[in-house]
Antibody, heavy 122, light 108 residues
């Protein structure tokens, strides 16, 4: 059974930093791309970042480009999202999601983590 | 960026009824790169349909997807109280991969 266990959500001041983690099990982690999708309170879903199974290629939405970095440690089967220079508009529940293939283009999300709430406020 | 519009915003139906949810894209979606997700209150999204019409693992056949080009439909036959949720369509054929705003299905 695929499991994605998230940790790291917190209350942070504007300009601060936070790292989210997503521990994966139940599948060959390195064979699949992974993504982060966020959902602002009461809002819809936004694809934020993605990384190929090998970790060689990454994607970041324009809204987080230059502030967020996605990475993975295949030896620890864990996905990360380093978030710097946080803004109030980054407040959201962040979900890690497993892509259906080793690359993140032209793939859908077939499993999701439970979510982690990030609140950015002074 | 492809913008997805979903209608209606809210659907209120009784158990056993049929629900028809629409998803319209601002431009044609490449190949069959469209998915549907269900999000129950307080839960993470769950994949229902991928590739326009393929049911994900464990999804009952009361859920079906159809469409092409810019117009897509999710149909739920014989609504169950557990189907009360927000349903999102997503295109993954053109980056950035985008979601629709969702349709809320309320079971009377």
């Amino acid at each position: 059974e695929v499991q994605l266990l998230q940790s790291g959500g917190a209350f942070v001041q504007p300009g601060g930093s936070l790292r989210l983690s997503c521990a994966a099990s139940g599948f060959t982690f390195s064979a699949y791309a992974m993504s982060w999708v966020r959902q602002a309170p009461g809002k819809g879903l936004e694809w934020v970042s993605a990384i190929t199974g090998s970790g060689r290629d990454t994607y970041h939405a324009d809204s987080v480009q230059g502030r967020f970095i996605i990475s993975r440690d295949n030896s620890k089967t864990t996905l990360y999202l380093q978030m710097d220079r946080l803004r109030a508009e980054d407040t959201a529940v962040y979900y890690c999601a497993k892509d259906s293939r080793g690359w993140y283009w032209e793939t859908h999300f077939d499993n999701w983590g439970q979510g982690a709430l990030v609140t950015v406020s002074s | 960026e492809i913008v997805l519009t979903q209608s209606p915003g809210t659907l209120s139906l009784s158990p056993g009824e049929r629900a028809t949810l629409s998803c319209t894209a601002s431009q044609s979606i490449r190949s069959t790169y469209l998915a549907w997700y269900q999000q129950r209150p307080g839960q993470a999204p769950r994949l229902l349909i991928y590739g326009v019409s393929n049911r994900a693992t464990g999804i009952p056949d009361t859920f079906s997807g159809s469409g092409s080009g810019t117009d897509f439909t999710l149909t739920i036959t014989r609504l169950d109280p557990e189907d009360s949720a927000v349903y999102y369509c997503q295109q993954y054929g053109s980056s950035p991969f985008t979601f629709g705003p969702g349709t809320r299905v309320h079971i009377k």
